[in-house]
Each structure stands twice: as structure tokens, then as C-alpha cells.
């Protein structure tokens, strides 16, 4: 066989395409012709050897197993994710309070009459007459305990979730002396997406030391000139940084709801 007859059957002869006879043919001569041989190898090493399927399919589980770690990886930072913006709404939403408008038919404040009576720790304490049991009722009745009228806040046919914060102060107003209450019935964000109002009347809620300047555990409450403003606002507390001038000049963008002594 010549040599340009093994050259042109060579490509086939790798592939195993050609005949037996021709085969051997090809081989016989590969044998006897060094030149021939050489192109053979040559051609032999540029035929990059076949992937045994085993590798093929060991290549395949670990793709699927990294990909499985990859997806359950994500699925759980986004589950961490989605957690943590959850709580932090829960706790946004739970303290953030929303002023309510002023109402006049329904936000007020009254007069009761309240004595001084001693607690069970003995400690002396202004207590509402009708909140009173039978025996202190007597007692005031027979003029044994001292009474006063008293003031307090009310929030009458709005909802029990709402809140009435409050902050007061002595002023000096051209020389005369003044108490300044400001208050404001708040609810907070949960309250209002979750928790329907459902119209239930107040009892009427006291904002203790705001309004007599100090606690009720004290045995004289002087009468003095009150002012008491409704003030829409979040974050009352912020007031008590305030110099008496700013804090007397909020009464302008506040309602008035009640003054005169007592």
C-alpha cells in the first residue's frame, strides 16, 4: 500500500472506521514505514482522549449538589432577612405614637372632689370621693379628712388603646406665677392597623404630677392659676429640654382646653 493511500486513510484508521482488510493493510505498512508512523502518532496525539462516562456523571451530582447548597443558602438569608425587617417593623410600629386631633365633644377635662387620705403603707394620698371605699366615704362625710377640688384630664368615646402623655411647668408670665399643662391623646401605629376602635368610653385619665406639680403622695396641693392646652405632638417628653420662654411660646400652636385656679 503507498504511503499517500495509509496518509488519506489515516484519520478513518484512528476513528476505527475503515474496513478489516484495509485495517491490516494499514497497520502492516504502519509497521514497515517509519514516515508513515510518524504522522500516525502525531495524528493520534491531537485526538484529545474521550471522558469516560463515569466522570461525565460524577461532574453532573456535584453540580447539582452545589447548586441545591446554593438555593437552600439564599432561601435561608432571605427568610433572616425578611425576619429581621418584620421585627423591626413590629417595634417601630409599637412605639411609634400618632397624635389625634383636638375634639372638644370628647377630650376635656373636669373638676372632682378628691381627699386626703392615708394608704396602707402610710403614705398620704389624694384619692377621687367616689372611687373612696365605705368607711373612708365616712370619714370625709364626718369632716375627719381634709378634701379639695381637684382636676384631671378625660378622654371620653375614643378607645382605651389611646394614650395621654403630658408635660407641665411653672411660668413666670409678666410677673405672675402660671402652671402650663400640655397634653395630647396619642395612639401608636399597631394600634391603629391592628386593633380596631371601637368607640369604648374613658374613664377619664389624671396626668398626675403634670398637673399639680408634683405626686399625689403629698399632703397640700395650693391652689394656683392653671393653663391647660391640648397640644398635638409626638415625643411630649422632648418639652422638658425647653427653656420656660419655649415652652410657653407652644401655647400658640395649642388649643386651650381649660385655666383658671385651683
Not at 502525531?42 to 449538589?65: C, Y
Not at 398620704?124 to 365616712?138: A, G, P, Y
Not at 389611646?162 to 400640655?182: L, M, T
Request: charged residues 25%; aromatic residues 12%.
Amino acid at each position: 500500500m503507498k504511503c499517500y493511500i495509509v496518509k488519506d486513510l489515516l484519520p478513518n484508521y484512528i476513528d476505527g472506521l475503515t474496513g478489516r482488510d484495509a485495517a491490516t493493510d494499514v497497520k502492516k505498512h504502519l509497521e514497515d514505514c517509519e514516515d508513515c508512523r510518524t504522522v500516525y502518532e502525531q495524528m493520534s496525539a491531537a485526538i484529545p482522549p474521550e471522558t469516560p462516562p463515569e466522570k461525565n456523571i460524577d461532574f453532573l451530582k456535584k453540580l447539582r449538589t452545589a447548586t441545591r447548597r446554593k438555593y437552600a443558602k439564599t432561601a435561608f438569608s432571605a427568610c433572616i432577612l425578611l425576619t429581621l425587617i418584620l421585627a423591626g417593623f413590629t417595634v417601630f410600629a409599637i412605639n411609634y405614637d400618632i397624635p389625634i386631633p383636638y375634639d372638644p365633644d370628647h377630650m376635656s377635662t373636669e373638676i372632682y372632689q378628691a381627699a386626703l387620705i392615708t394608704n396602707h403603707n402610710g403614705f398620704f394620698h389624694w384619692t377621687d370621693f367616689d372611687q373612696l371605699n365605705f368607711e373612708d366615704k365616712k370619714k370625709v362625710l364626718a369632716g375627719t379628712n381634709e378634701t379639695i377640688d381637684m382636676i384631671r384630664l378625660t378622654c371620653r368615646g375614643i378607645d382605651r388603646t389611646c394614650r395621654i402623655p403630658s408635660e407641665g411647668r411653672v411660668i413666670y408670665r409678666n410677673d405672675e406665677k402660671i402652671r402650663v399643662i400640655y397634653y395630647c391623646s396619642t395612639k401608636t401605629l399597631w394600634d391603629i392597623l391592628f386593633f380596631k376602635d371601637n368607640g369604648h368610653p374613658g374613664n377619664g385619665w389624671t396626668s398626675g404630677g403634670d398637673i399639680y406639680g408634683g405626686s399625689d403622695y403629698q399632703e397640700t396641693c395650693e391652689p394656683e392659676t392653671r393653663e391647660i392646652y391640648y397640644l398635638p405632638m409626638r415625643n411630649m417628653d422632648r418639652l422638658s429640654g425647653l427653656s420656660d420662654e419655649e415652652f410657653d411660646a407652644l401655647r400658640r400652636k395649642a388649643t386651650l382646653v381649660w385655666s383658671g385656679v385651683i
